[in-house]
């Protein structure tokens, strides 16, 4: 959900960008980020995933990388533009598909990254790789036992079956009786035809009026959420993430969802219209995941420290 304003757009960085370092991670290369060091994929078990490896000594990373060509020198200096450069000024970067960089300033001045992968980065290696796979094993298969020459078959070859076709007794419609036997049959299958089709338009209806109705009711529920006058109990946003998502770690995603009407996630003014957003749709965040919990709170700490950096 894009906001004007939001607290986060020193993180934003142009698709293509996201799109290049998970094709690249992918193919197994590595994906270097220039100064700092670089993403390499890594199995552990049965699991793959992505691991940060810094770069050794004081040099810039730059110096060991092989001469490259034009493309691979633009995707480096985007690379530098979109990450080094942000993380030099001790931002976080924040990469929804790939994961969030951040940068740890230590005593002697110099600065240590650390990576956490996002869940759709490591679904899309532990389980996009496999169903594609099989897909292709099917076909390949059926496409051979296709193509097979019919004389290299094991078993004679039984030419198929011939059916007689049986001569229907011609009837004589000179009569009145005949042709009224002839025209009933054919007027009770038009009305059987055009029955089946009232009772299908009849269930397509019902089951209309119940889709638009349970839709209805979703954006009803998502929009009349109002909080309680000051005399009464107080709600904040973590009881609202508690209650809506089984964890209070996920009240920065409601706040980011209500920032045209919150100026601070502290101060909430009353009888406010909430919206409850979906996490899954609107945000990509598997609230199943225990990994999207440390994202959340990432997230979090950007919002305190510029909420009050603003004061």
Avoid at 28 to 37: A, K, N, R, Y
Avoid at 79 to 105: C, D, H, M, Q
Wanted: charged letters at 25%.
């Amino acid at each position: 959900m894009a906001k004007s304003g939001s607290l986060l757009e020193n993180t934003k960085v142009d698709t293509t960008m996201e799109l290049f370092i998970l094709d690249s991670l992918q193919k197994g290369e590595h994906v270097v980020i220039p100064d700092f060091g670089h993403l390499e994929l890594k199995t552990l078990g049965a699991r793959r995933t992505v691991l940060f490896i810094p770069a050794g000594g004081g040099d810039s990373f730059l110096k060991v990388v092989p001469a490259a060509i034009e493309k691979e020198k633009k995707d480096i200096n985007a690379l530098y533009r979109a990450i080094s450069l942000p993380l030099k000024e001790g931002k976080i970067v924040n990469l929804p598909k790939v994961g969030v960089f951040r940068p740890i300033t230590r005593e002697n001045g110099e600065v240590h990254v650390s990576f956490l992968p996002s869940s759709y980065l490591r679904n899309l290696l532990n389980n996009g790789g496999e169903e594609v796979v099989e897909v292709v094993k099917d076909e390949v298969k059926a496409e051979v036992v296709t193509k097979e020459p019919l004389e290299l078959r094991k078993g004679p070859i039984i030419p198929p079956k011939t059916t007689e076709i049986k001569k229907l007794p011609i009837i004589d419609v000179d009569t009145d009786k005949t042709q009224n036997e002839i025209e009933v049959p054919q007027s009770r299958n038009i009305s059987g035809i055009l029955l089946v089709i009232v009772a299908v338009i009849f269930v397509a209806v019902i089951i209309g009026t119940i889709i638009h109705s349970r839709h209805n009711k979703k954006i009803e529920a998502q929009s009349s959420l109002v909080l309680p006058k000051a005399n009464s109990e107080s709600i904040d946003l973590t009881a609202l993430a508690l209650q809506h998502y089984g964890n209070s770690a996920f009240w920065i995603y409601i706040y980011q969802a209500n920032m045209d009407k919150l100026k601070s996630p502290i101060n909430i003014p009353q009888n406010v219209s909430l919206v409850i957003p979906d996490l899954k749709n609107e945000f990509d965040v598997d609230i199943t995941d225990s990994m999207e919990i440390q994202r959340a709170n990432i997230l979090t700490d950007i919002v305190l420290n510029n909420n009050n950096t603003n004061k």
